[in-house]
């Protein structure tokens, strides 16, 4: 049986350093390897002309010209999946939220000091990442195979942070919840969901697999788009209607319920399915705090994250969906979900925001 053919990455940044550490990291993996590595785009377009990767990784601050310029001009005459990597500020989530919309599949957060020793310290999740990025759909590209291989570390199970439903979820009240996951390809996703709420849809409570300061700039974004409000969660907010709550990266965040209400609980913890915030995390606390009075819709990305979860939630009296294969850039989460026989209904990107809407109205 021949071997599975590798992950070929493209490394861009103009920093040496940056550039073999993220090398050192990637060629560890068996299944990735580097091809080259370009200080700018130029260099880069060279490279590009000899070999076609199947992922580019793109830093955003380049001399000559920068990434997001570059990545427009990519996805214009040669789309390809790139993750982009740019600094951990507000100003830097900014300009990778630009970047989500001109087609970048995944980010990868940097430090402005010590850059090499983070990403050392973030090697597992950068080849994730990478990987995910490798199976995202991109215009019509082919998607990735990725290789059954046995998975380096233990992935903990929301056990980590919640103990499993008890089955005594309030009876039905007079509100509704709604609880959203998504990874690779959310961001957009996302969007298209939440723009197409009107302004007294139910309460709304998201985790999408992104990281620190990232989801502050990103619920900023949404709140401009949309007609109901959005905001990054804080501890003890209330879930209102015409409200959605966007998980803080590196936070679980949890439903709870007091009396007939519902708000959330913003925690740190281990990581679960090899995220914070985790979905299953999310999806386990409504199946305990809600129960049929919510509902559970599992979107684009890679790996199992709410795939239990979303069977607990089903269980537990809610109603269930997952995205379908077609409109996921990356069909991993819905997949695993809809295997377990979590989800009620299988349903496309562009019709989520109406089954949401119908599954919720008393």
Not at 11 to 28: F, G, K
Request: proline share 6%; with cysteine.
């Amino acid at each position: 049986m021949p071997a599975a053919r590798k992950i070929r990455v493209l490394v861009i940044d103009d920093s040496a350093s940056v550039r073999q550490t993220m090398t050192a990291i990637l060629q560890e993996d068996p299944e990735i390897e580097v091809i080259g590595a370009a200080s700018d785009p130029f260099t880069a377009a060279k490279r590009l002309q000899e070999e076609v990767p199947d992922v580019i990784t793109l830093d955003v601050e380049m001399p000559r010209m920068d990434g997001i310029t570059f990545l427009r001009k990519l996805m214009a005459q040669c789309p390809l999946p790139v993750v982009m990597c740019s600094s951990l500020t507000e100003e830097g989530s900014e300009t990778l939220l630009q970047a989500m919309e001109a087609g970048a599949v995944d980010v990868i957060l940097k430090p402005r000091v010590g850059v090499a020793d983070h990403l050392a310290e973030h090697n597992l999740q950068i080849r994730d990442v990478v990987k995910a990025a490798a199976k995202a759909r991109v215009r019509g590209r082919p998607a990735y195979r990725e290789p059954r291989s046995q998975l380096p570390e233990k992935k903990l199970t929301a056990d980590a942070v919640l103990p499993p439903p008890n089955g005594r979820a309030m009876s039905r009240t007079t509100e509704m919840v709604v609880c959203l996951g998504a990874s690779t390809g959310g961001t957009e996703a996302l969007r298209e969901v939440l723009e197409a709420l009107p302004a007294n849809s139910p309460g709304v409570v998201v985790v999408q697999h992104m990281p620190e300061n990232f989801t502050r700039a990103f619920a900023s974004r949404l709140n401009t788009l949309c007609e109901v409000d959005v905001k990054e969660a804080a501890d003890g907010d209330p879930v209102l209607r015409g409200h959605v709550l966007i998980a803080p990266g590196g936070k679980h965040t949890m439903l709870e319920r007091q009396g007939a209400r519902y708000h959330v609980s913003v925690r740190d913890g281990p990581l679960v399915s090899r995220h914070r915030p985790s979905v299953d995390v999310l999806f386990r606390s409504a199946a305990r705090a809600a129960g049929s009075n919510a509902v559970g819709i599992i979107m684009t990305g890679m790996g199992d994250d709410g795939a239990r979860g979303l069977l607990e939630m089903k269980q537990a009296g809610a109603r269930t969906f997952a995205q379908d294969e077609a409109t996921s850039i990356v069909f991993g989460m819905p997949k695993e979900a809809i295997a377990r026989g979590a989800a009620d209904r299988v349903v496309p990107l562009g019709m989520i925001a109406r089954e949401l809407l119908q599954a919720t109205s008393r």
